[in-house]
Nanobody, 112 residues
Framework: EVVLVESGGGLVQPGGSLRLSCEGS????????MSWVRQAPGKGLEWVST????????TYADSVKGRFTISRDNAKSTLYLQMNSLKQEDTAVYYC?????RGQGTRVTVSS
């Protein structure tokens, strides 16, 4: 059974930073590209970033480019999202996913 568990969310002030983690189990983590998506209150899912299985190639939504960094540690079966210069509009539940698999999410609130 595929299990994805996100962590690292919380309350942060505008301009602050957070690092999200997503630990995968039940499959060969290093074989799959992974993505982060988010859902802001009252809105639909928004794609944030994707990384290939080796960690070599990354892509970002324009809304987070230059502020967020996706990475992975295949030895630890863990995906990361370093979020810097956070804005109020980054407030959302963040999910990691691949294929049809998605975790339960971790909530990020950016507020003063």
């Amino acid at each position: 059974e595929v299990v994805l568990v996100e962590s690292g969310g919380g309350l942060v002030q505008p301009g602050g930073s957070l690092r999200l983690s997503c630990e995968g189990s039940g499959y060969t983590f290093s074989s799959y590209g992974m993505s982060w998506v988010r859902q802001a209150p009252g809105k639909g899912l928004e794609w944030v970033s994707t990384i290939d299985n080796s960690g070599t190639r990354t892509t970002y939504a324009d809304s987070v480019k230059g502020r967020f960094t996706i990475s992975r540690d295949n030895a630890k079966s863990t995906l990361y999202l370093q979020m810097n210069s956070l804005k109020q509009e980054d407030t959302a539940v963040y999910y990691c996913e691949f294929g049809d698999n998605r975790g339960q999410g971790t909530r990020v609130t950016v507020s003063s």
